[in-house]
Structure formats: structure tokens, C-alpha cells
């Protein structure tokens, strides 16, 4: 293959995807469940990136959308840090899956 | 002033006795005449300042407009495709070593390696200011954060949850069946043919359009950022001890 396309973008954005998504399910830690969701979220940006990039239509709109989601996450990053620092004050662990007070 | 001892307490309290009358007397009039000196130099400088302002500022608005002309060569497609390879690889790589490191702090570094290749990546697609935010915001703020939370939520760095090995196995099939069938699709599809040789989008070009056209998400980006910096602060700040 000597020329690059959107496929090729597209496809390393899938497998950021899928290595957000192992990240969320198997880690424990709540920052590490963090740390997977700012994958998802990458790989989202590179997919709306290269849209800007090889689509006609979609000029300047893919980085304007890449623009607003990275202000999300950074947005959700600290919110997320705050609420991880509350539940060590309160349960002293990170754990996932000792909090679980509101379980029914 | 600070004084050991029962005599120099005495005889700092006599000086200032004596010495706080003359001083605020002599200290209003000088400040007087400091001010005076100050108005003074202020107005001479207006005076001096503004015409020269004036006069650099008509140089700078005449138009100065020159076509933008490529002196460089377009880049060659086998640079290209390497550059590509070389970045997604290391894309890749740290995302899958984010996966199926145990260490929160190690994973926190292989997500730096991640998040600077996909702005490499970005680079490569020609979004130049999206890959700067993305080093800036990104690379220099959130992975900060996230390695401070990490610092203040664990007894020790080298603490481990584990999940059972079944929930691994589980995700693990789930996750590569789900980029499986995301590649076939994507290389099964065909998608209208790309322009050749692009010039990379100017930092003019997204302003305006942030503007113009996306004005509403633009001002509501921000009323978010407010809100979200009032709500962290409100989260992690400490709790007041009740009497």
C-alpha cells in the first residue's frame, strides 16, 4: 500500500478505541478507568481529524468538533480527579468496586 | 523589629514612640511630592508615548498583504507513508501497552506516549493547531492532572487491583471481535476520493469559523469550562473542620 488514505487513520483509531474500552472494563482503579476513557476519546479526535483531513465536505467542521472534544475531556478529567479525591476521603481506595454504597 | 528580651522591648517601644509622629508627618509630605513627581513623569510620558504610538501604528496598518507562495517541495508519498507507519505504530503500541500495564503510574506514561503520537498523527493529517492544543492541553494538562490524582488517591504508587482472569479473557475477546469487525467495515468501505495535496488549515481559517459559524458552541465551551472549574474546586476542596 503506497499511499495513505482514510482507511488507515480510521483503522489505528478503531484499535485506540478498542484499547480505551479494554482499559475501562478491566482496570479497577477509577484514574485508570480515566485513563481509558481519554483513550476512547483520542481516538474519536483522530477520526474526526482525518474526516477534516480526506472529506470535502467536512473542511473545517472536524477540527472545530476536535477543537470542543478536547475542551470536554480536559473538562471531564478534572471533574472526574475531583470526585477520586472525594471517594478516598471517604472510603480510602480508589476501588471501583468497594464503592459501592448506592448498589440496590 | 523584633527584640529579645525585657530592655529591648522597652527601647523599640521608645522608638517607635518617638519615631511615629516625624516619620508620618515627614512620609505625607514626601509622598506628596513623590506623587507630584509621578503625575509629572506620567503626563510627560503620555505626552512622548502617544504620537510615537500614532506614528508606529500607521506603519503597522498599511497593508503589507503578500501572496502566500510554496517555496518548498511537496513532501514525497514514501515519506509519507513511513512517517504514517512509524506514528501509528507508536499510536498503537502505547495504546496497548495502556491496556495491559498493572502499574497506574506506568500507565499514566504509556498514555503520554500515546497522546503525543496521536498528535503526531494529527501533524501528518495537516490539522497543525489541533496537534499544538492537543500537546498543549492534552500532553501538559490533563496527563498533569491525572498524575496528580494518582499521587493524592494512593497509599503508595505500586497499590494493584486486579480484575479475575475470566473478566480479562472476556474483555479481551469482546474488544478484539469489536476493532475487528470496526477494520473490515472501514476497509470494506469505500469512500469518495480524497484532494490531492493540501495546504494545511490556517489558524485564520478556524477562528473565523469559531466566529461565525460555531459561535453557540464556542460561548457555551466556555460557560462549561466555568462551571466545571467552580465544581472541582467545590469537589476537592477540604471540608471545614465543625466545631
Redesign the interface.
Known sequence: MMSIGLTEYLVVAAVLFGAGIFTMITKRNAIGILIGVELVLNSANVNLVAFDRYLERCRIDGQILALVVIVLAAAEAAIAVGICINLYKNLATVDVDTAAKLRG | MYCRGPEGTVLTKRLTAELAPSDSIGSSRLGGLWRLCGWGLAVAAVLVLVPEVRAQQKVIIEPTRVPYQSVEAPPS??L??LL?YAV?GS??FG??A??FTKN?VR??VW?LV??VS?AM??F????N??AA??LI??AG??LI??I???M???KSPWVK???SKV??VY??A???L??AV??FI??A?I??P??EQ?DA?TVA??GR??MTT?VV?FEV?GV??MI??V??AH??RQ?KQSP
Open positions: 508519498p514514501l509519507e507513508v504514517f501509528a499510536t498503537v495504546a496497548l495502556v491496556c497506574i500507565m499514566a498514555l500515546t497522546l496521536v498523527l494529527y501528518l493529517l495537516a490539522a493547531f489541533i492544543v492537543q492541553v492534552y494538562g490533563t492532572l491525572l496528580f490524582g494518582v493524592l488517591t494512593s487491583f486486579e480484575p473478566e480479562v474483555a479481551a469482546v474488544c478484539g469489536l476493532v470496526l477494520a472501514l476497509t468501505t469512500w469518495p480524497a484532494q493540501l488549515t481559517d478556524l469559523s469559531l460555531y458552541p465551551a462549561l469550562l466545571v472549574m465544581g472541582a469537589l476537592a471540608e
